[in-house]
């Protein structure tokens, strides 16, 4: 069964600073799917950003930006030049390649952005 | 347009009544889901309907009774739940197969609160 884990329940960064989110997984397959999901509060869950296991460029999207360690499972984001507005729940979610309908979310972290 | 519609957005209901939860997409895409999510948790899934047929049921409870009329519509029925069945429910699509970037990604509509009291 696949497994994803988020060890980070909570984080804070200050405005314009730099953070990181944790993320890892584990799976026996070789083809899939990773992606990064944000949920405000009372708001509805985004797709942050997207990354297919089998290409090996980092997926990047404006401000937001994955380190995707294959052979580790590691899966973490950065976000860049944070704002008020990235404060937010933060999910990790997997999916499987063609074959699999289901996503597997990790138990998501509280990002806190401080002004 | 990546837009997965619910309504209605909040329902209060008793544990007697019977209600509906109404779901819709117009991207053609042939998954479709049903999750229950409590406050600072992950969604859980509950159903997933593949081309209109149920693939997946996660054990849930027969009070809950998913139905899926067309390629776009997702309906789930409630029957006397009980309190700790309130929650917000998310509906969520996805493209069957890889259609370009957006191919297997998972897309969220705002969810209805659910309180059942």
């Known amino acids: 069964a696949q497994t994803v884990t988020q060890s980070q329940p909570e984080m804070s960064v200050q405005e314009a600073e730099t953070v990181t989110l944790s993320c890892t997984y584990d799976t026996s397959e070789s083809d899939y799917y990773l992606f990064w999901y944000k949920q405000p509060p009372s708001r509805q869950m985004i797709l942050v950003i997207r990354q297919e296991a089998y290409k090996q460029q980092n997926a990047t999207e404006n401000r937001f930006s994955v380190n995707f360690q294959k052979a580790a499972k590691s899966f973490s984001l950065k976000i860049s030049d944070s704002q008020l507005g990235d404060a937010a729940m933060y999910f990790c979610a997997y999916r499987r390649g063609n074959t699999g309908n289901q996503f597997y979310f990790g138990t998501g972290t509280s990002l806190t952005v401080i002004p | 347009d990546t837009e997965v519609t619910q309504t209605p957005k909040h329902l209060v209901m008793g544990m007697t009544n019977k209600k509906s939860l109404k779901c819709e997409q117009h991207?053609?895409?042939?998954?479709m889901y049903w999750y229950k999510q409590k406050a600072k948790k992950p969604p859980e899934l509950m159903f997933v309907?593949?081309?209109?047929?149920?693939?997946i049921n996660e054990s849930v409870p027969s009070r809950f009774s998913p139905e899926c009329p067309n390629s776009s519509l997702l309906n789930l029925h409630l029957h006397a739940l009980q309190p700790e069945d309130s929650a917000l429910y998310l509906c969520a699509s996805s493209p069957r197969r890889s259609t370009g970037l957006s191919g297997e990604t998972q897309y969220f509509g705002p969810g209805t609160r659910l309180l059942v009291l």
């Open positions: 991207m053609g895409h042939r998954a």
């Open positions: 309907y593949s081309y209109e047929k149920l693939s």
